[in-house]
């Protein structure tokens, strides 16, 4: 029987306009945590969750009425998303984007400006400038905390720099799914 990972390993393979296959590979398994995320979360229903767990954390006066075990699972692939986007944004400088198609649709963009459409690598690197890995599960934690009971004095810190951010490090991490990354050729020039 054919491993399902081998096999979407396959088609990604299949899908790079890369000509030498073992970069080809190589890449493959650089980007491997962004397909993993979205076989479990596509990202329209990644960002609904992560935006009513933001709503029921805020309002304080209702909790989210969804199973635990699903805000659970939602929270750990979270924590390992931001973990793996840190390591992203360690890579600006050896790795590139492939262009996008000659069909460019508004509705792709989401929540990236120009700039960070043609490149989205600079979402992770612009967001790991302002926060720190702690500091995004720290949010990721309280909203989920925040979202399951009803309280009176609510989180204390400011939430939606963070969420903007994770809201533009998914749809950045889409884009990379969907073009594929490839190392940057270097050139040196010769005095």
Not at 105 to 110: D, R
Request: glycine content about 4%; hydrophobic content about 40%.
């Amino acid at each position: 029987m054919i491993s399902p990972t081998w096999f979407l390993k396959l088609l990604f393979t299949v899908k790079q306009p890369l000509k030498n296959k073992k970069a080809a590979v190589r890449s493959v398994k650089k980007i491997r945590f962004i397909e993993t995320f979205f076989q479990t979360n596509d990202l329209i229903t990644a960002k609904q969750m992560l935006s009513s767990i933001m709503q029921y954390a805020v309002n304080g006066k209702d909790w989210l009425k969804k199973d635990p075990s699903v805000i659970l699972q939602f929270h750990q692939s979270l924590c390992i998303f931001i973990r793996e986007g840190y390591m992203i944004s360690k890579k600006t400088k050896k790795w590139k984007v492939n262009l996008p198609s000659d069909t460019n649709f508004p509705m792709m963009k989401g929540s990236l400006s120009d700039e960070e459409y043609e490149n989205p690598l600079l979402v992770f690197k612009r967001a790991f400038k302002k926060y720190s890995i702690k500091e995004f599960e720290y949010f990721i934690s309280g909203i989920v905390y925040f979202s399951q009971k009803i309280y009176r004095h609510g989180p204390e810190s400011n939430l939606v720099r963070p969420y903007i951010h994770l809201t533009k490090m998914l749809d950045a991490a889409y884009l990379i799914l969907e073009r594929g990354v490839q190392k940057k050729v270097i050139t040196k020039k010769i005095k």
